[in-house]
């Protein structure tokens, strides 16, 4: 088996298992086992977020991809589900699968001046791993790469952008 035969095999077991429903409460309990030591709040932290992955993909409610600079209250009162790519490519990053996802967007010219965290999370729609999403809304705030990667993230999903550029 060549290389891209791998690849195309390992891009569908991960799409595949980040659309089951039973990988999140899997991950959930490695990770209530494995960080067993951590604060109660990281626990507390990690089932949230898992649970609102499992919740996006099987679209209980609309799916807003956003970013961590976004104000939540904002979300939550609109009653969707948002996504943080940010939090989600740190999180892959910690199990060691960054590079998988890196490698994928950079071969779509993602160049390496992109953030390490968008570079992943490009990867990772690339490889359609992650919830698709119904609208996307970010900020200007703190990261210029943001503004233009969620911008690309709306024209590959076909849906609204929506820009909250606050002023310095």
């Known amino acids: 088996?060549?290389?891209?035969?791998?690849?195309?095999?390992?891009?569908?077991?991960?799409s595949l298992l980040a659309q089951y429903p039973f990988t999140y409460s899997l991950f959930q309990n490695f990770g209530n086992f494995y960080f067993r030591k951590s604060d109660r709040s990281f626990l507390f932290w990690l089932q949230f977020f898992t649970q609102q992955l499992e919740n996006a993909y099987q679209r209980k409610k609309p799916v807003v991809w956003t970013n961590i600079f976004t104000p939540s209250e904002l979300l939550y009162a609109l009653d969707v589900i948002p996504i943080?790519?940010?939090?989600?490519?740190?999180?892959?990053?910690?199990?060691g699968l960054a590079n998988y996802f890196i490698e994928k967007a950079e071969s779509n010219f993602y160049l390496p001046d992109?953030?390490?965290?968008y570079r992943v999370a490009s990867g990772m729609y690339l490889r359609?791993?992650?919830?698709?999403?119904?609208?996307?809304?970010?900020?200007?705030?703190?990261?210029?790469?943001?503004?233009?990667?969620?911008?690309?993230?709306?024209?590959?999903?076909?849906?609204?952008?929506?820009?909250?550029?606050?002023?310095?």
């Not at 088996?1 to 991960?14: E, Q, R, T, Y």
């Not at 992109?114 to 965290?117: M, N, R």
């Not at 210029?144 to 606050?166: A, E, T, W």
């Open 1 to 14: 088996m060549d290389n891209s035969n791998n690849d195309d095999l390992k891009d569908k077991i991960i």
């Open 84 to 95: 943080y790519p940010e939090m989600i490519s740190a999180s892959v990053a910690s199990i």
């Open 114 to 117: 992109l953030c390490s965290f």
């Open 128 to 168: 359609d791993c992650l919830p698709k999403p119904d609208l996307v809304i970010s900020t200007s705030l703190l990261c210029d790469g943001s503004v233009r990667f969620f911008q690309n993230v709306s024209r590959y999903y076909h849906c609204d952008y929506f820009l909250i550029d606050p002023s310095y």
